[in-house]
């Protein structure tokens, strides 16, 4: 059990970020929840970790914006430090590269990569300090494989890979385990629009996955189990690319 213990997970209001924060709330960690827009879901996912005894505090900003993510943790940070941080927060804009407008570039990147920088130069001093932590960035099997429409995401999510191997051999010493999550096609609002009848011919275990199955191997790398793995990327996709 992880009694006391804090994770902070971005994104956490819908889908994926949803089920990661009721599942490391199982875990026995407090939840400090991340959102950007949705008041009413984070609510509900709120009230569902409270049901299951544990705290969870709401922390509504956008993570690509320094300031804001800075000003909202800081406070917090004097008194607490997060045992598990999960990078979740992202989004796409599919669009095929000659369309595609510089916002669109540039949103989808941020989100994802100055997401990633800003969420963790803001928490990791105190991690350090405290000898221990878990970073767990959720990637994309789009980082892998090329998707037409998808440059801007899958330089993100690539991205990030680079950023969760770099991250992992600095701080090693100091008991910081950085790793990465990469999941397939998830059932979540983010499939919307996408060929799904063509993409399970794709995908060899033949059916798209659940949240539940990325939160899994979260509540895994988060957990003591986990303690000899850094640097690595772990793929949730029923076997794209095996
Ligand atoms: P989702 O259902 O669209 O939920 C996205 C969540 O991210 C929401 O809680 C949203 O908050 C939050 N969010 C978006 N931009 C944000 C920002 N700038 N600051 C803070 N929060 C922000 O997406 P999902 O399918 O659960 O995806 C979660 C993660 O898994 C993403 O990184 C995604 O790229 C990755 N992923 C998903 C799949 C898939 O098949 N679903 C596959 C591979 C990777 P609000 O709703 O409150 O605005």
Request: one cysteine or more.
């Amino acid at each position: 059990m992880n009694e006391n213990k804090i994770a902070l997970v971005t994104g956490a209001s819908r889908g994926i970020g949803a089920e990661i924060a009721k599942t490391l709330a199982k875990d026995g960690f407090d939840i400090w929840l991340n959102y950007r827009s949705n008041d009413i879901e984070a609510e509900k996912v709120k009230k569902e970790i409270e049901s299951l005894g544990r705290k969870c505090l709401l922390l509504k900003f956008d993570v690509a914006d320094y300031k804001n993510t800075e000003s909202s943790l800081s406070p917090l940070l004097e008194t607490q430090t997060p045992f598990v941080v999960v990078n979740n927060a992202g989004f796409r804009r599919d669009t095929l590269l000659i369309w595609m407008k510089p916002e669109e570039w540039k949103d989808v990147i941020s989100v994802t990569l100055d997401g990633f920088f800003n969420i963790t130069k803001t928490v990791l001093p105190s991690m350090l300090r405290n000898r221990e932590g878990r970073i767990i960035n959720i990637t994309s099997a789009a980082a892998h494989f090329g998707v037409p429409g998808q440059s801007n995401y899958s330089a993100a999510k690539a991205g990030l890979i680079g950023a969760t191997k770099s991250l992992a051999v600095e701080v090693a010493k100091r008991n910081v385990l950085v790793n990465a999550v990469s999941p397939g096609f998830i059932e979540t609002d983010m499939l919307e629009g996408l060929p799904m009848e063509q993409i399970l011919k794709t995908i060899p275990l033949g059916k798209s996955g659940k949240a539940r199955d990325v939160a899994d191997m979260v509540s895994y790398l988060a957990s003591d189990k986990a303690g000899y793995i850094t640097g690595q990327v772990f793929q949730v996709n029923g076997g794209i690319g095996a």
